[in-house]
């Protein structure tokens, strides 16, 4: 007789061909979404990094052009003291438009009542701003007229400047009203301390016998030069100067 076979047990079961295809396919697609997230990332990143370099050196190159700007303004005031040493003592007693000077300290009336504007920053109002040009050589709109060189410097910068005698009115520092920034050099009893520097009328230094104390006055003036830049930068030196002691 044949033995019988034991078909009882337990066997094993392997997944269809249909469903490892199903689970590969998945898995495939998802690698591809991690694969695109990545490089939308890469991507955003690259691009940030283009922009901090292009920004850093936009920024350098400004810095580098305002630092130019500077020195040239500096040139500036060396061009305006020998226009104000230029003027005679008359000269400097009235306005002088085509040179850029000015024999008062025009810091009152105008919009605000403060005078100019020298940076055009203080008043919305262009009324009471100076007319400064350019690098091109156009002029803003303004209430004063600066001088402006007519060439350019070597780093291109355009160069312009007023000067303004620190007096409240036109005339001489001895007329009557009138009243001036000066420094005294020689105070007779109180000469032994120095200089002063006073912004009072003319008769205000003297003594009980009515004799001047203040025999010099040395004037002051203010210069101000704008240096205006290619990249449309520009700036601003402002400085006080007085007047040589004979």
Same mark, same amino acid.
């Given at each position: 007789?044949?033995?019988?076979?034991?078909l009882?047990?337990?066997?094993?079961?392997?997944?269809?061909?249909? =469903?490892?295809?199903?689970?590969a396919?998945?898995?495939?697609?998802?690698a591809?979404?991690?694969?695109?997230?990545?490089?939308?990332?890469?991507?955003?990143a &690259?691009?940030?990094?283009?922009?901090?370099?292009?920004?850093?050196?936009?920024i350098?190159?400004?810095l580098?052009?305002?630092?130019?700007?500077?020195?040239?303004?500096?040139?500036?005031?060396?061009?305006?003291?020998?226009?104000?040493?230029?003027?005679?003592?008359?000269? =400097?007693?009235?306005d002088?438009e085509?040179?850029?000077?000015?024999?008062?300290?025009?810091?009152?009336?105008l919009?605000?009542?403060?005078?100019?504007?020298?940076? &055009?920053? $203080?008043?919305?109002?262009?009324e009471?701003?100076?007319r400064?040009?350019?690098?091109?050589g156009?002029?803003?709109?303004?209430a004063?007229?600066?001088?402006?060189?007519?060439?350019?410097?070597?780093?291109?910068?355009?160069?312009?400047y007023?000067?303004? =005698?620190?007096?409240?009115?036109?005339?001489?520092?001895?007329?009557?009203?009138?009243?001036?920034i000066?420094?005294c050099?020689?105070l &007779?009893? $109180?000469?032994?301390k120095?200089?002063d520097?006073?912004?009072?009328?003319?008769?205000?230094?003297?003594?009980?016998?009515g004799?001047?104390?203040?025999?010099?006055?040395?004037?002051?003036?203010?210069?101000?030069?704008?240096?205006?830049?290619? =990249?449309?930068?520009?700036?601003?030196?402002?400085?006080?100067?007085?007047?040589a002691?004979?």
């Open positions: 007789m044949a033995p019988k076979l034991n009882k047990g337990d066997f094993m079961t392997f997944p269809s061909p249909t =469903r490892l295809k199903t689970t396919s998945r898995e495939q697609g998802l591809l979404m991690v694969a695109l997230i990545a490089l939308v990332a890469m991507t955003m &690259g691009v940030a990094l283009v922009r901090s370099i292009d920004t850093n050196a936009l350098a190159g400004n580098a052009f305002r630092q130019s700007a500077t020195l040239s303004a500096e040139q500036g005031i060396e061009a305006a003291i020998k226009t104000l040493a230029s003027l005679s003592v008359s000269q =400097r007693e009235q002088q085509s040179k850029g000077y000015f024999s008062t300290m025009q810091d009152a009336g919009v605000d009542g403060k005078g100019i504007d020298y940076t &055009g920053n $203080r008043t919305a109002s262009t009471d701003n100076i400064w040009q350019d690098q091109t156009d002029a803003a709109d303004g004063v007229k600066p001088f402006c060189m007519s060439n350019l410097d070597a780093a291109g910068n355009r160069i312009c007023t000067i303004h =005698r620190q007096c409240k009115n036109p005339g001489a520092p001895t007329d009557t009203n009138q009243e001036c000066f420094e050099t020689d &007779g009893n $109180r000469s032994g120095g200089g520097m006073v912004s009072a009328t003319y008769d205000h230094l003297k003594s009980p016998s004799v001047d104390e203040c025999e010099k006055r040395l004037l002051f003036y203010k210069i101000t030069v704008r240096a205006a830049s290619p =990249r449309g930068n520009s700036s601003y030196v402002q400085v006080f100067v007085k007047e002691e004979e």
